[in-house]
């Protein structure tokens, strides 16, 4: 089960063709990306965009170190994710400018991390002579797999706010908050503050800040908002990938999202 017979080899060269195409269009993209951030002396972005030609070139490096075959879907959907995130968000604040992209790129993210976790552990499954896991079992370790990754990379972006005093967790305006914080009898009773239409913020030096609209939330909404996100990802490929352990022939259309042993 899982090995590779001449047949399914043609099949497999000849769908992953398509993802080299993506590939290629996408690196070449980047490097001109790279070349107009350097010649507009943004060495930060420039280096993005390195970033991103190393990223792109992991699941080749995983695919032949391991003997994987990533199918062609999976690593079309990898590549575009690295250059939607590292360049369309970051470089040209697609983040910014389109309102769900964060979101869309956060619960692909969850899909894309189940998917390693379920592999993982669905081939260390296929291959162990004395290692038979149940499909529920491999699908909950596939979810606990990316909700873990999840977690961390908030706590990256949490600690890059806070040491380097980013903006990686996007803060937003809000017309109310409750609070046990405004409770002047030290009460554990939230006080609510309802449409709110201004907050000033007032600073040592005697400079003033006015947010209109609303009051600043600091990050902790985009952070339970990217993980809620990303329990949907995980949710939707242990889903897939828990039918196709079952019954790998019902449901073959799961085998464009599961690696296999070459």
């Not at 699941?59 to 590292?86: R, V, W």
């Amino acid at each position: 089960m899982g090995k590779f017979s001449k047949k399914m080899k043609k099949k497999y060269d000849e769908t992953n063709k398509k993802s080299i195409m993506v590939y290629l269009l996408l690196r070449i993209l980047v490097i001109i990306s790279m070349i107009f951030q350097i010649a507009l002396g943004n060495i930060s972005n420039a280096l993005m965009c390195v970033l991103a030609l190393f990223l792109f070139t992991i699941p080749t490096i995983i695919s032949e170190k391991f003997k994987i075959g990533i199918p062609s879907l999976l690593e079309t959907i990898i590549y575009l994710f690295i250059f939607s995130s590292a360049i369309l968000g970051e470089i040209n604040n697609f983040y910014g400018i389109i309102p769900f992209w964060d979101t869309m790129l956060h619960t692909l993210n969850g899909f894309i991390c189940a998917g390693i976790g379920f592999s993982l552990v669905d081939l260390l499954n296929q291959s162990g002579q004395k290692i038979n896991l149940s499909p529920l079992y491999v699908a909950i370790v596939a979810f606990c797999f990316s909700m873990t990754i999840g977690v961390l990379w908030e706590f990256y972006e949490f600690g890059a706010d806070n040491i380097l005093k980013l903006d990686m967790q996007k803060d937003r305006i809000i017309q109310r908050i409750s609070s046990v914080e405004l409770n002047e009898s030290g009460e554990n009773v939230p006080v609510k503050i309802n449409n709110i239409e201004k907050t000033e913020i007032y600073s040592k030096d005697g400079t003033i800040t006015i947010i209109e609209n609303g009051y600043l939330d600091i990050g902790i909404i985009d952070t339970m908002k990217d993980l809620f996100v990303n329990f949907i990802g995980a949710i939707a490929y242990s889903f897939i990938g828990y039918a196709y352990i079952k019954n790998r022939e019902k449901y073959k259309f799961a085998k464009n999202f599961i690696p296999i042993k070459e």
